[in-house]
């Protein structure tokens, strides 16, 4: 056990951070998308699946904040998941920046939608499934996935990467695994990597300024909602922000609607990046005194 801690211990952060973030991403998404198939094979008349995954979610969730074996772990295990408490100013102002980072979202992959031909995402076709067991399997996903990515990839891979190298080359790292780890959904490709790196700097961007990863956290589980709800309701993926098809500019030629798309791209990256930065004066003031760790500058938190 010591010959392993010392070889784990040699490892650079980077890659003990990749390890650490992806195994504990697997083990709170893995239970889920076994359960949901198996579901959705025998017995789909009733979401059977959601029960046991609440269950597993909560021991999950349960044992990252510290509880279980083996106690020496305890106190790295919360840390590392980083799920700080905040106060009502700083969750006001975090959510505030989210969701302004949702709507800059949608109007960029307006103008990447006419620049390349995004995929159609390869779901359930929701004829085949009863009403109840698609809402249930659609709530239940989306908090797995709120729940377990934001655990493994803004909490144990990283911050560790944050207090080493930085947030810049934390969310970058972070934010490229985060668009790889999707390449498991067949429709996924290159072409859908600044969709997820965008996602990825908006969740890593509220982990880093307000060091929780909860209003990452609810946004990622409520956008997820959203998404399928658009997906089953319209038939268009969630990266499919025009409300129609149109063609690509270089067919079409830059019509009227690819220039205001743009605009009100530019506009809404413009407020998303004020809501971060009135997020870190917010966070700033709640946490207390500035310091300076390793050249970059930090604060305490209470947390």
């Given at each position: 056990?010591?010959t392993?801690l010392?070889l784990?211990?040699?490892?650079?952060?980077?890659v003990?951070?990749?390890?650490?973030?992806?195994?504990?991403t697997?083990?709170?998404?893995?239970?889920w998308?076994?359960?949901?198939?198996e579901n959705?094979?025998?017995g789909?008349a009733?979401?059977?699946?959601?029960v046991?995954?609440?269950?597993?979610?909560?021991?999950?969730w349960?044992?990252?904040?510290?509880?279980?074996w083996?106690?020496a772990?305890?106190d790295?295990r919360?840390?590392?998941l980083r799920?700080?408490?905040?106060?009502?100013?700083?969750?006001?102002?975090?959510?505030?920046?989210?969701?302004?980072?949702?709507?800059?979202?949608?109007?960029?992959?307006q103008v990447?939608?006419?620049l390349?031909?995004?995929?159609?995402?390869q779901?359930?076709d929701?004829?085949?499934?009863?009403?109840?067991?698609?809402a249930?399997?659609l709530?239940m996903?989306?908090?797995?996935?709120g729940?377990?990515?934001e655990?493994?990839?803004?909490?144990?891979?990283?911050?560790?990467?944050?207090r080493?190298?930085?947030p810049?080359?934390a969310?970058?790292?972070?934010?490229?695994?985060?668009?790889f780890?999707?390449?498991?959904?067949?429709?996924v490709s290159?072409?859908?990597?600044?969709?997820?790196?965008f996602?990825?700097?908006m969740?890593?961007?509220l982990?880093?300024?307000t060091?929780?990863?909860?209003?990452?956290l609810?946004i990622?589980?409520?956008?997820?909602?959203?998404?399928?709800v658009?997906?089953?309701?319209?038939?268009?993926?969630?990266?499919?922000m025009a409300p129609?098809?149109?063609?690509l500019?270089?067919?079409s030629g830059?019509d009227?609607?690819f220039?205001?798309s743009?605009?009100?791209?530019?506009?809404?990256?413009?407020?998303a990046?004020w809501?971060y930065?009135?997020l870190?004066?917010?966070?700033?003031?709640d946490?207390?005194?500035?310091?300076?760790?390793?050249?970059?500058?930090?604060?305490r938190?209470?947390?």
């Amino acid at each position: 056990m010591a010959t392993m801690l010392s070889l784990w211990r040699r490892l650079p952060v980077v890659v003990r951070a990749i390890l650490a973030g992806t195994v504990v991403t697997s083990a709170g998404t893995l239970p889920w998308a076994w359960l949901v198939s198996e579901n959705l094979r025998h017995g789909r008349a009733v979401p059977w699946a959601v029960v046991p995954t609440a269950i597993y979610l909560w021991f999950y969730w349960r044992y990252l904040q510290g509880a279980g074996w083996p106690r020496a772990t305890a106190d790295a295990r919360r840390t590392s998941l980083r799920a700080n408490r905040l106060s009502g100013d700083v969750w006001s102002a975090a959510l505030m920046a989210g969701v302004l980072g949702l709507v800059a979202l949608v109007f960029f992959m307006q103008v990447w939608g006419r620049l390349v031909r995004l995929p159609q995402q390869q779901d359930v076709d929701p004829a085949t499934v009863p009403l109840v067991t698609l809402a249930f399997s659609l709530v239940m996903g989306s908090l797995v996935a709120g729940f377990a990515e934001e655990a493994g990839f803004r909490g144990y891979m990283q911050g560790p990467i944050e207090r080493r190298h930085g947030p810049v080359v934390a969310i970058l790292v972070t934010g490229t695994l985060f668009g790889f780890a999707h390449f498991t959904h067949p429709e996924v490709s290159l072409r859908l990597m600044p969709f997820y790196l965008f996602v990825a700097t908006m969740y890593g961007g509220l982990a880093w300024l307000t060091n929780s990863i909860w209003p990452s956290l609810v946004i990622h589980a409520g956008s997820d909602i959203l998404g399928f709800v658009r997906l089953f309701a319209s038939g268009r993926s969630e990266w499919q922000m025009a409300p129609v098809a149109q063609p690509l500019v270089w067919q079409s030629g830059p019509d009227t609607s690819f220039w205001i798309s743009c605009a009100l791209a530019v506009v809404a990256i413009v407020a998303a990046v004020w809501a971060y930065v009135a997020l870190a004066h917010v966070a700033r003031g709640d946490a207390g005194t500035p310091t300076s760790i390793g050249g970059e500058l930090r604060w305490r938190t209470g947390a």
